[in-house]
């Protein structure tokens, strides 16, 4: 089976370089431009997301922290 990533970040044109590179080694992708400290906005792109292939891994580093 082929690999699909959903791909996840604020900024299209990064997410589509990254996109690129990553259909040029056979991944199919969905890019999705979301803020993560959007909860509403991460959720919506997270279910559509599920709606179009199952997330077996799931790697978060967005790099939230709370206040000191």
């Known amino acids: 089976p082929r690999t699909h990533l959903s791909l ?3 900024s299209r044109e990064r997410l589509q370089d990254v996109a690129a590179e990553c259909a040029g080694k ?6 999705n431009v979301v803020d993560v400290t959007d909860a509403e906005g991460m959720a919506n792109a997270v279910g559509t997301a599920l709606e ?4 077996d891994l799931l790697i978060a580093n967005a ?6």
């Open 52 to 55: 179009r292939a199952p997330i």
């Open 8 to 10: 996840f970040g604020r």
């Open 26 to 31: 056979g991944a199919t992708l969905s890019v």
């Open 63 to 68: 790099g939230i922290g709370g206040a000191q």
